[in-house]
Each structure stands twice: as structure tokens, then as C-alpha cells.
């Protein structure tokens, strides 16, 4: 059920590039590099990535020009430009071409992985809408919020109804506590306690009869395990 999230990174500036690499790493993420829109082109008419972060000033030509290329072949993929273009007329060419988002240099890594992660979601929104996933006890339809164990409902708060699909849908992976906490609160918050993130794990735990599936995985973050279905 989880899949592989595959990032392609398209940065020709070295030092950004492996930045950016380190900054959105992680379980279960397969990040790509590619400093060319030659390199690219392989790497996203190949493998369709979850997503792209691309630059537009390339060594090779513009990335806008590639971008129109992922939209006219139909690609399913978000496009998350970087430039240090920041005039309007380059950030409204982005976003017509079919940009999801715009990000200007320079620019804070955090603010770049929240806004990554914020596209990861609405895939993840998108792919579960209408599924209904169930397995040993457990039924959970993400579509009509309606969430059961044993046959009984369970009433869940929209950010641990987020933190379970994560879960769910990543099973067997570990999820790091510094990526679900990116990926939970998304709000533009700059600063989010810790103890937050603990304590929707143990609710959750709490409500789902899940601790058995939920596991900590200490030093790392959490994990639903998988289990025989």
C-alpha cells in the first residue's frame, strides 16, 4: 500500500543542490539530483516523480520551458519553481504554465520543506479520497471521515485523522518526528512543541486500540507496523 515518494531535484548551483537533498530526505523518500534539464528530462518522462523542485535559470536553457514540456505531456506532477527571479511577470509566467507553487532565492530551508511537504499532502488527500482501507480490526474510509475498530466507530480530530493517514499509508516505514511535524502542522507556524506531535501519537494510540501497531522507534520517530492481511 505505501509507495516510495520520489523527489527530483533540478538545481545546477552544487553547494543548493545537496542543501536541498539533505533538507528533504527522508524514510522513504527517494530524492533525485540532476543539475541540467537534459539530466531531468530522463529522470521525470522516465519515472514520473511525486515531484519536482525546479530552477529556472539552467545551464542548458530555461526551466520554464521544461515546465510547459511536464504540462503539455499531461504529468500528473507538482511543480514547485526556484528562481531568483522575483519580479511579478517571472512569477505569473510560472504559475500560468501550470506551477504549483514559487519560491524566489534565497530562501529558508525549513519554509522550502514545509512548502514541499504541503504538496506531498494534497497527494496523499487525493490518492486515499473515496478508498476505504481495512485491515485486521480496523476500517478507515479518509473520504467520509468515518474511522472503526472492532466494528465500533471512533471519533477522530482532523490532525490525528492527518497523522493516521501518514501512518497507514506508509506502513512498515518510519516516519521521522521532525517530518511528521512538518507534514502535520503546515500552517506557516514557525515554531511547533514537540510534545504536540507525542501527545496525537498517544491519543491516537489511545482511541484505535493501536499499540501494537504504532510503534516508537526510539531516536527515529514512528512507525505502523505491518502486520499479516
Same mark, same amino acid.
Given at each position: 500500500?505505501s509507495?516510495?515518494?520520489?523527489?527530483v531535484?533540478?538545481e545546477?548551483?552544487k553547494?543548493?543542490?545537496? +542543501?536541498? *537533498?539533505?533538507a528533504? $530526505?527522508? %524514510?522513504?523518500?527517494?530524492?533525485?539530483? *540532476?543539475?541540467?534539464?537534459?539530466?531531468?528530462?530522463?529522470?521525470?518522462?522516465?519515472?514520473?516523480?511525486?515531484?519536482?523542485?525546479?530552477?529556472?535559470? !539552467?545551464?542548458?536553457?530555461?526551466?520554464?520551458?521544461?515546465?510547459?514540456?511536464?504540462?503539455e505531456? +499531461?504529468l500528473?506532477?507538482?511543480?514547485i519553481?526556484?528562481?531568483?527571479?522575483?519580479?511579478?511577470?517571472?512569477?505569473? =509566467?510560472?504559475?500560468?504554465?501550470? #506551477?504549483?507553487? &514559487?519560491?524566489?532565492?534565497?530562501?529558508?530551508?525549513s519554509? !522550502?520543506? #514545509?512548502?514541499?511537504?504541503?504538496?506531498?499532502?494534497?497527494?496523499?488527500? @487525493?490518492?486515499?479520497?473515496?478508498?476505504?482501507? #481495512?485491515?485486521?480490526?480496523?476500517?478507515?474510509d479518509?473520504?467520509k =471521515?468515518l474511522?472503526?475498530?472492532?466494528?465500533?466507530?471512533?471519533?477522530?480530530?482532523?490532525?490525528?485523522?492527518?497523522?493516521? $493517514? =501518514?501512518?497507514? !499509508?506508509?506502513?512498515?516505514? @518510519?516516519?521521522?518526528?521532525?517530518?511528521?511535524?512538518?507534514?502535520l /502542522? @503546515?500552517?506557516?507556524?514557525?515554531?511547533v512543541?514537540?510534545?504536540?506531535?507525542?501527545?496525537?501519537?498517544?491519543?491516537?494510540?489511545?482511541?484505535? %486500540? #493501536?499499540?501494537?501497531?504504532?510503534?516508537?522507534?526510539?531516536?527515529?520517530? &514512528?512507525? /505502523?507496523?505491518k502486520?499479516?492481511?
Amino acid at each position: 500500500m505505501s509507495k516510495t515518494i520520489q523527489i527530483v531535484i533540478v538545481e545546477d548551483d552544487k553547494d543548493l543542490n545537496s +542543501g536541498l *537533498c539533505k533538507a528533504l $530526505k527522508s %524514510e522513504g523518500r527517494n530524492i533525485v539530483s *540532476c543539475d541540467s534539464i537534459k539530466a531531468a528530462k530522463e529522470q521525470i518522462f522516465l519515472s514520473t516523480p511525486s515531484l519536482v523542485l525546479l530552477d529556472i535559470n !539552467l545551464p542548458d536553457g530555461s526551466g520554464l520551458d521544461l515546465l510547459k514540456k511536464i504540462k503539455e505531456e +499531461g504529468l500528473k506532477v507538482p511543480v514547485i519553481m526556484l528562481s531568483a527571479n522575483d519580479t511579478d511577470a517571472d512569477v505569473v =509566467m510560472g504559475l500560468d504554465l501550470g #506551477a504549483d507553487d &514559487y519560491v524566489t532565492k534565497p530562501f529558508s530551508l525549513s519554509v !522550502l520543506r #514545509a512548502r514541499v511537504n504541503a504538496q506531498l499532502r494534497k497527494i496523499e488527500e @487525493t490518492t486515499s479520497n473515496g478508498d476505504v482501507i #481495512a485491515f485486521d480490526k480496523f476500517s478507515f474510509d479518509f473520504d467520509k =471521515m468515518l474511522f472503526t475498530v472492532g466494528g465500533s466507530e471512533v471519533s477522530l480530530s482532523k490532525t490525528e485523522q492527518r497523522l493516521l $493517514k =501518514m501512518l497507514v !499509508l506508509n506502513k512498515g516505514i @518510519t516516519l521521522s518526528r521532525d517530518d511528521l511535524i512538518d507534514r502535520l /502542522w @503546515t500552517d506557516g507556524a514557525e515554531f511547533v512543541d514537540e510534545n504536540a506531535l507525542s501527545v496525537a501519537i498517544k491519543r491516537l494510540r489511545d482511541k484505535l %486500540e #493501536a499499540k501494537d501497531y504504532i510503534k516508537t522507534i526510539y531516536g527515529l520517530g &514512528y512507525q /505502523w507496523v505491518k502486520s499479516d492481511e
